[in-house]
Structure formats: structure tokens, C-alpha cells
């Protein structure tokens, strides 16, 4: 999928790090001495955007593993190029279903994280507590996850960044605690493409933005990859349009009108942005992996809906716009 639009003129870039992310930042680093394996949460949709580029100092030197989340919304066959890049990469990764996930996967995963520690003080007589800190971005499903993990409702969940706000212990076992953290975004969103593909998911509070801008943004993505799917899920006639004319159809399409047939683009925008979220458009990965991820190999990443790369242990380094 491909994007080489930045900002159009008049389309304001898109920057969201509240104070209560600050503030979580620093309690967060307050608990990683007490934390044996970093669970790092990434959305299996934009595998590249979805991942805080401070967590690499912030963490450094805790076992992790990179889980690629909400994997039923993405497009299977990306999620495994995705597992094979970041594997060759030296990195523990997997991918996780959040309808059908099943959690002894993963606690085999943290197990063995944690195994040199848990032996070591084995070696003592003493049985250890893994803890597990579970990071990522806002809306990524860390809350969702924990659950899944526990086998019960225990974490608070919600469809919009933010729930979250503090630090909350999980036993899940008697020798294995979760922490569920909130979700953190860094200072500024340089790249304004990985900028929008967060907010494509929801990764951004929708408030902050033109939300009919985002949805044009991400209609015409779909009608570049996922013509058909877009096409048929709102009802659009002509596939050569774009900017708000394209919204224009999908909300004739769809029969989100004002009085005298006037297309309400502001519901439009809210329906098409709710509908991708959940999937209903099909299951979609923004982002592909980079065809070549050797040390030495251009894996700049150009055709993955032009969201360019950050660089996370090995990753393919950021080209300039």
C-alpha cells in the first residue's frame, strides 16, 4: 500500500503526547527494576509505526519479546513477512489473535524469557515471581491482552487511547504478575505518515484532528489496495475519485445525509474511520516488511503505504521525506 502524500495544503500535522503521558513515562522507568520481561505490544496492522522508538533506551538490557497484536484485523500473510523481518533481526516475536489468541502461547514465549533468571534462583532454593511489564502505544490492546492472558475481565479495556492511566499489577499466576501500563506515544511525531497511520487505528485521540481529512486519507489507501473491499463496504460508484469527493460518495453511498440530500461528512467520517477500526472493511496491514532486512540491505520500506521506517534494534532506518 502506498502513500507519498505528507500534508496537503491547509492539513495540519498531527502531534498528540498529553501530560499524563509524561507522567506515566517517568512511572514506568520507576518499575523496571523490579520487571524480569518486557512485553512489547505493536499493532500487527502498521508493525513499524506502532512502535515507540524511545522504549529501545528506556528498556535496554530487560529480556523482551515483541508480540505483533490484534493480528485477526491484518492481513496474514504481511504478519508473517513482519515475524520473519523482525526474527532475523534477533528479536522474540510472535503474533497474537485478540478474538482467538490463546494465552499458554504466550506465557511459553515469557517462560522462556525468563528462564535464565528463574534457574539461577532455582540454583538458590528460591522459586522466583516472573513480573512482565506489558508497554506499547495507546489503543494498541495492552488492557485486552492482559485479559486474555488472566482468562478474565480484570484490566479496564475501551475502544479509544487513553483508558489507561496507571500502572496495574495482574497476578496471573502465583509466580507470574503482569503489569499493564498506559499507552505511551513519544514527545513528536516526526513523520507525519507514521503520524497518520497511528491515528488510522486509533492510536490518536480522534478530538485533536480533522477527522474528515482522516478519512479521506485513509479511503483513498483503501481504494489504492482494497478497491473492491472499500468499494463494496461503502457503496462507491466511481473508483477514480479522491479528497472529499470520495467521501462525498461514500456517504451517498452509504445514505449518511442532511436534509436536501446533502452528504454529512462529518458522520461519514466518523463511520468510515469506526468501521476500519473493527475490521469491517476486511482485514488490512497499512505496512509491509521490508523485501530485504541483511544488515547492509536497502530496507528503506518504500512500498509499505509509504510509512517510512524507525529504526528499533536492526530496523530499517528512517529516510527523510
Known sequence: MRDDRILSAGEKAINWYPGHMARAKRLLAEQ???????????????????????????????????????????????????????????????????????????????????SAEVERMAARGVRKTVRVMIVGVPNVGKSTFTNRIKGSAIAKTGDRPGVTRSNQWVRITPYLELLDTPGLLWPKLDDQRDARALAFVGAINDRIMDQQMLAIRLLELLMEDKREAAMQRFKIKEPELTGVQLLEAACRGRGWLLPGGVADTDRGAAVVLDEFRAGKVGRVTLQTAPEQSAPNADASGKGDAGLNAKTHSGEAKREDA
Open 32 to 114: 523496571l527494576a523490579r520487571v524480569d520481561v518486557v512485553v512489547e505490544l505493536c499493532d500487527a496492522r502498521i508493525p513499524r509505526a506502532s512502535r515507540n522508538p524511545d522504549l529501545d533506551a528506556l528498556i535496554a538490557g530487560k529480556r523482551r519479546l515483541l508480540v505483533l497484536g490484534k493480528a485477526d484485523l491484518a492481513e496474514e500473510p504481511k504478519t508473517r513477512a513482519w515475524l520473519r523481518y523482525y526474527r532475523e533481526q534477533g528479536m522474540d516475536a510472535m503474533s497474537f489473535d485478540s478474538v482467538r489468541g490463546r494465552a499458554k502461547d504466550v506465557l511459553a514465549r515469557i517462560e522462556r524469557a525468563a
